[in-house]
T-cell receptor, first 118, second 119 residues
Framework: NAGVTQTPKFQVLKTGQSMTLQCAQD?????MSWYRQDPGMGLRLIHY???????DQGEVPNGYNVSRSTTEDFPLRLLSAAPSQTSVYFC?????????????????FGEGSRLTVL | AQSVTQLGSHVSVSEGALVLLRCNYS??????LFWYVQYPNQGLQLLLK??????LVKGINGFEAEFKKSETSFHLTKPSAHMRDAAEYFC?????????????????FGKGTKLSVKP
């Protein structure tokens, strides 16, 4: 029962460095997403995907890239890290379907990746 | 566009007292609404959800919420607080839209309410 697995759990970067946050789910969920959590801001959507080969931007996409080559994996890339990207990042997944009840929008979350950019 | 407002970034109650966390939403379509809980240094866990069935929704750990369309509210309550309820609580609405051939929702979260429970 792994669910949604994120790695690494902690990372410290210097400004300008690049890195990839990994996210994998074993529930065969079509929908996957990345959020960032900052104090007093709640969770804000960065990017999401409704299936392999399909990605789209959320509320705060600048500075981040994503790709979805398989159903299971949805990595988040920071190409040139900035101090403003210091945050806790959460990956989440769910089913995709219609309003007939096959998809209630309920998200299953990973445990988070805490990133510090110096 | 859908949005969520949580009234009060911090709420403090005594152990055994009523817990009331407020959430108001804005939605152009019948909403799906959620409450999530986050314990320190953990991810988010679903407490309960409203998906247009019963307006009074019961969740885990003794929490419940009532959907009131006339007030556009979905407040979270628990009759008697316990020390283990100390956590941050997030209200969320699903922005169901037609995307890529099907209805699918991104969750839009409120800014969270941190609940403290005093002994």
């Amino acid at each position: 029962n792994a669910g949604v697995t994120q790695t690494p759990k902690f990372q410290v970067l210097k400004t300008g460095q690049s890195m990839t946050l990994q996210c994998a789910q074993d529930m065969n969920h079509e929908y996957m997403s990345w959020y960032r959590q900052d104090p007093g801001m709640g969770l804000r959507l960065i990017h999401y995907s409704v299936g392999a080969g399909i990605t789209d931007q959320g509320e705060v996409p600048n500075g981040y890239n994503v790709s979805r080559s398989t159903t299971e994996d949805f990595p988040l890339r920071l190409l040139s890290a900035a101090p403003s990207q210091t945050s806790v990042y959460f990956c989440a997944s769910s089913y995709v379907g219609g309003r007939d009840g096959t998809n209630t929008g309920e998200l299953f979350f990973g445990e988070g990746s805490r990133l510090t950019v110096l | 566009a859908q949005s969520v407002t949580q009234l009060g970034s911090h709420v403090s109650v005594s152990e055994g007292a009523l817990v009331l966390l407020r959430c108001n939403y804005s939605s152009s379509v019948p909403p799906y609404l959620f409450w999530y809980v986050q314990y320190p240094n953990q991810g988010l866990q679903l407490l309960l959800k409203y998906t247009s069935a019963a307006t009074l929704v019961k969740g885990i750990n003794g929490f419940e919420a009532e959907f009131k369309k006339s007030e556009t509210s979905f407040h979270l309550t628990k009759p008697s607080a316990h020390m283990r309820d100390a956590a941050e609580y997030f209200c969320a609405v699903s922005d169901f839209e037609e995307r890529y051939g099907g209805s699918q929702g991104n969750l839009i979260f409120g800014k969270g309410t941190k609940l403290s429970v005093k002994p």
